[in-house]
């Protein structure tokens, strides 16, 4: 899943190229959608009297959607997220986002994907019978697009996982999920093909996505998250990403290595060192408009609770302008100053709050809600 991966080894073809600019599909603002199912054709001869039917072609690998949506539907969940975004210098609007998500466990883990959940202030979680329930992030990796997230239930239904290595160009694959938040609790069903497997993506500059699987089912906003099913009912990808402009072209993450990932987050064993602060650039205009001695920095807007941020004592509105010796000009270099750290680092953030410079010493946690 990270960018060191390989590509799927094995005798199917793959491709690497990279394809770009793509769209990260997880906030929606729009209505329309909708389901298809290929049942075969009925064609008139020349003679009025005489009728041919056309059978639809007895493929080995052909997929019943009625009988997948038995299997795997009921796992499927709608997401709903409220969150904080940052609108210039010490200003943020409140916000909501949609995506998709499915149940690996009748204990109330589910699967989605990080950019679908992650900054959330709250989450609310829509089961296929309309109940709604809060969830809580467990772990996120954003650098692989991958969180997972808990309801306070059990007894619920659990999607079969496939082996998603298995899968050719040419198997028929189905995507559900909450499309462009038309109705949560009753979902858009699309069918296609795989495309193409081992995809590389750059995701507008911020992390790079291997080992994709290509799809022409129609992914929209709203599937993020969402399960990629085999004809078998097994999910073997995690929707993803789109293209900007192109047409039946969609992506999911392979199910297997994002499942070993989603046992490391379960288990709270990843090793990415955590700050738990959400910052925005500071800008020129910032910088002029509140007459500040500065150059650059990234201004906080947010300090998760019981972060190592919040238990240093950074606040909202600090702006952050070096981390150990190294200047932090933007956003970005708040994230990259802490990159290559290990949980437990003690580091030293300079910081500017109300007009003051002042110096916090902070433990890096555990990087299990990336927000940085």
Not at 92 to 114: C, K, L, M, Q, R
Not at 316 to 325: K, W
């Amino acid at each position: 899943m990270s960018s060191g991966q390989g590509e799927q080894s094995g005798t199917k073809k793959s491709s690497t190229r990279r394809l770009v600019p793509f769209v990260i599909v997880a906030l929606i603002a729009g209505l329309i959608g909708g389901a298809l199912a290929l049942v075969g054709d009925r064609l008139l001869s020349d003679d009025t009297k005489q009728e041919t039917v056309v059978a639809a072609p007895n493929l080995e690998q052909g997929v019943n959607v009625g009988s997948v949506l038995d299997i795997v539907e009921p796992a499927v969940v709608s997401i709903k997220t409220s969150m904080l975004t940052p609108a210039g210098f010490r200003q943020a609007f409140p916000s909501e986002g949609a995506g998709s998500g499915f149940i690996i466990s009748d204990d109330g883990y589910i699967v989605t994907n990080s950019h679908v959940v992650r900054g959330s202030t709250d989450i609310e979680v829509t089961f296929t019978d309309g109940t709604t329930r809060p969830g809580q992030i467990v772990g996120i990796s954003a650098d692989d697009d991958v969180a997972l997230v808990k309801v306070d239930a059990t007894g619920l239904p659990v999607a079969p996982i496939g082996n998603s290595s298995a899968l050719n160009v040419g198997d028929d694959v189905v995507a559900i999920g909450n499309a462009l938040d038309l109705d949560p609790g009753h979902l858009t069903v699309t069918r296609g093909i795989v495309s193409a497997t081992g995809r590389t993506l750059e995701a507008q500059g911020e992390i790079e996505l291997t080992d994709l699987i290509q799809t022409d089912a129609a992914i929209n906003p709203g599937n993020s998250g969402g399960p990629l099913v085999n004809s078998k009912g097994e999910v073997v990808g995690i929707n993803t990403a789109i293209i900007n402009g192109a047409q039946n072209v969609g992506f999911a993450l392979s199910v297997t290595p994002a499942m070993k990932l989603v046992e490391e987050l379960k288990a709270g064993t990843p090793d990415r060192a955590y700050l738990g602060v959400r910052t925005s650039t500071l800008s020129p205009q910032d910088i002029e408009a509140n007459n500040l001695d500065l150059e650059s920095g990234a201004y906080i807007v947010t300090v998760e609770e019981g972060s190592a941020a919040a238990d240093a004592g950074l606040k909202e509105g600090d702006i952050i302008v070096a981390i150990d010796g190294q200047d932090v000009a933007d956003a970005e270099g708040v994230g990259a100053a802490i990159a290559d750290l290990e949980p437990g680092s003690r580091i030293d953030v300079d910081i500017v709050r109300d007009g003051e410079a002042e110096q916090v010493t902070v433990v890096l946690g555990v990087r299990n809600d990336v927000i940085l």
